[in-house]
């Protein structure tokens, strides 16, 4: 577990450029879920295809902040429809933080 | 074609039938026929345990404040019939800021008409669009939407955690806008209390605001009863501290206390402040009432706190799941909504009433039997409810 986090934390360093890549990372950490579909891809839509309410959104959107070291602000949420969403909104944020 | 008005309630009607198929009764429909005193009402007819009213010292049912608002509706009406900086502001509203000033020790006060109201006008004539605003992640629906009508970008923190929050403040150290930390003093869904005096030290080392809701501990914590700030003795370094009449005071209301200057300013920009109704004198008569009541009653916390300390042990020595923090909120946790219907349902059928919290309502997506303690309850009351919680807990075989 603990190697499968630290590949994660040096990807999140190394791999900010690509949106693909943030997709890859936030599929990963979907997974370690076991309620999550395997099927799952950077098409699938949070709401509708992982099950998610408001608060896990918020509370996952917080894990992956801490892995990119970023902060997503709530309102950013909204427009936030599938994983690939979330990843160029974190891949926006980073390049604007940087 | 346009959807129908209703149509996006799909889901949420699905979820309710859902719950009203399982509940024998609608848990968010119960009434209490009347009260007969602070700890018991009548539901369904029956003599009732009151364990889930927020009405922390009884004053609900002052005598005191009961004959305030008497002589006041006698002798200045039922209603101000308008906005503060209209016709809404009588003589009473200005003694009761002022009140609240001696009380917090604070420069300035700001009365509003209900305590959600105090959240969301003081937010959103703090922040705005090009601010950033940072909230415990289990804030107060009044906290969230105060930060919506604000439109300040929202960045939330972990729970209670220093460390978290400033992580986050510290990301946005290149940002041009002002920023805002927002804390509880007392969660009203759990009961856990912030740690302060660690927000203090973030808030310090960043140079930003602080602002506190001590909805839920007012009254409740502290020497004098003044909340959780003044209990971890740092009330000085609290920039607004926002509250409510409707717990330990028994009314209605909310307010902002600060020693900023600049409260007129935000009396002529709150929105939530401006545009509605002040409260009526009367309200305003039994909330100075019960404030005096709890300045020169220091036994009534005491009393709470070892209500708090009875029920909380109680629960704890017949197995049930609650937080380690010994408030007048204690929450038992259990694992699933049905159960938790199950279990609900069983304390009201024996005459207990608590409030049921279901996901996404709750902190960590599992349902809570939220109970709130009175100083007016006995301890023969106290240790009914637990022992009716203790009964249906092993009939549900979950002890």
Redesign the interface.
């Known amino acids: 577990m603990l190697v499968f986090l630290l590949r994660l934390v040096t990807k999140g360093q190394d791999m900010t450029d690509s949106v693909a890549d943030i997709s890859h990372m936030i599929l990963q950490k979907l997974l370690e879920n076991p309620k999550v579909p395997r099927d799952i891809s950077e098409d699938s839509r949070i709401v509708e295809d992982l099950a998610f309410d408001s608060l896990a959104v918020m509370n996952f959107v917080m894990e992956i902040e801490d892995m990119l070291d970023v902060s997503v602000p709530l309102d950013k949420l909204a427009d936030i429809r599938t994983i690939k969403d979330l990843a160029s909104c974190l891949h926006t944020i980073k390049a604007e933080q940087a | 074609m346009s959807a129908g008005i209703f149509d996006k309630y799909a889901t949420l009607k699905g979820n309710y039938d859902s719950l009203m198929a399982a509940s024998p009764r609608n848990p968010f429909g119960v009434v209490i026929e009347r009260p007969l005193s602070a700890t018991v009402g009548i539901i369904e007819g029956r003599e009732t345990l009151l364990f889930g009213t927020n009405n922390y010292l009884g004053l609900s049912q002052s005598t005191a404040a009961r004959d305030a608002a008497i002589h006041t509706a006698k002798t200045m009406g039922v209603g101000t019939t308008g906005s503060r900086i209209a016709n809404g502001t009588f003589g009473l509203h200005q003694q009761l800021e002022k009140a609240l000033t001696s009380v917090f020790r604070k420069k300035h006060a700001m009365v509003f008409s209900t305590g959600y109201q105090a959240n969301l006008g003081t937010i959103s004539a703090l922040v705005n669009k090009d601010d950033?605003l940072f909230l415990d992640?289990d804030s107060h629906a009044s906290i969230y939407d105060g930060?919506r009508l604000s439109g300040a970008?929202?960045?939330?923190f972990?729970h209670n955690d220093p460390a978290d929050l400033e992580?986050?403040v510290a990301?946005?150290a290149?940002t041009t806008g002002a920023r805002l930390i927002i804390a509880e003093g007392i969660y009203s869904m759990t009961g856990n209390i912030a740690p302060l005096k660690e927000f203090v030290e973030v808030k310090k080392r960043h140079n930003i605001p602080l602002m506190i809701d001590e909805a839920h501990s007012f009254g409740v914590l502290g020497e004098h009863g003044r909340g959780v700030a003044e209990m971890q003795g740092c009330e000085d370094d609290i920039d607004f501290i926002v509250g409510t009449f409707s717990k330990s005071l028994g009314t209605v209301g909310g307010y902002c206390v600060t020693d900023h200057d600049e409260i007129d300013l935000m009396r002529l920009c709150s929105r939530p402040y401006m545009f509605t109704a002040s409260l009526p004198p009367e309200i305003i008569a039994a909330t100075l009432a019960a404030l005096e009541e709890i300045q020169n009653r220091p036994d009534l916390r005491q009393k709470l706190q070892d209500n708090a300390a009875r029920l909380h042990q109680g629960f704890k020595s017949v197995g049930l799941n609650t937080s380690n923090f010994v408030s007048p909120v204690i929450a038992v946790t259990l694992e699933d909504i049905p159960q938790a219907i199950t279990f609900w349902n069983a304390l009201l059928d024996a005459g207990v009433y608590v409030n049921l919290s279901l996901?996404?309502a709750t902190p960590d997506?599992r349902p809570l039997l939220r109970c709130s303690v009175m100083a007016a309850h006995s301890a023969a009351e106290i240790d009914r409810a637990v022992e009716t919680f203790g009964t249906i807990a092993k009939e549900l075989k979950l002890v």
């Open positions: 950033i992640a930060a970008q929202v960045i939330r972990r992580k986050r990301r946005t290149k996901p996404p997506n």
